[in-house]
């Protein structure tokens, strides 16, 4: 249980095109979903926090219009670069969290690696 | 939200217990502590999850004193597939996001 799934799981684009990637959770309804980027040989860095019927709530230093995001369902969310350019060549992970009685535990999706030409 | 600290890097042989430290000193009575393993280019796997005292599953036991300051992650006898990064993740239940640390990275030697 608890599967989270990716798609695409990698995608290449050229600069100025959009790239959707698409988050879902298989076998659970998660209100809540996040979006990661991450670097090489470093860490997840939160984007994003996706609720479900709601607009989402982006760190800081993360562009709302360059990073679409929309939670359409419980067991939907995505990610829309627009405008892509080299720069946002990196690896996006999302997750989605899922639990009760106060305790609640994040699952991965295996991630998209997005190259931009 | 609780930030965690944990070592950059350890080395370990196969056949090995490896015990892998996370320090989260201002944790909050309601988190939990979760662990994660990543391979590259894969998103992070769900190892562990734990409140306080001792957890264990079929792949890990997580030792956490009652001060709930730290966390210690145990792999019993390591293989070479088990050389990964390894992330302890505070989660504040019932908010809205949790923050990665800088992970460890462990290396199985043969």
Known sequence: ?117 | LAKTTQPISMDSYEGQEVNITCSHNNIATNDYITWYQQFPSQGPRFIIQGYKTKVTNEVASLFIPADRKSSTLSLPRVSLSDTAVYYCLVDYTGGFKTIFGAGTRLFVKA
């Open chain 1, 1 to 117: 249980g608890a599967v989270v799934s990716q798609h695409p799981s990698r995608v290449i684009c050229k600069s100025g095109t959009s790239v959707k990637i698409e988050c879902r959770s298989l076998d659970f309804q998660a209100t809540t979903m996040f979006w990661y980027r991450q670097f090489p040989k470093q860490s997840l860095m939160l984007m994003a926090t996706s609720n479900e019927g709601s607009k989402a709530t982006y760190e800081q230093g993360v562009e709302k219009d360059k990073f679409l995001i929309n939670h359409a369902s419980l067991t939907l969310s995505t990610l829309t670069v627009t405008s892509a350019h080299p720069e946002d060549s990196s690896f996006y992970i999302c997750s989605a969290r899922t639990g009760s009685g106060g305790r609640e535990t994040q699952y991965f999706g295996p991630g998209t690696r997005l190259l931009v030409l």
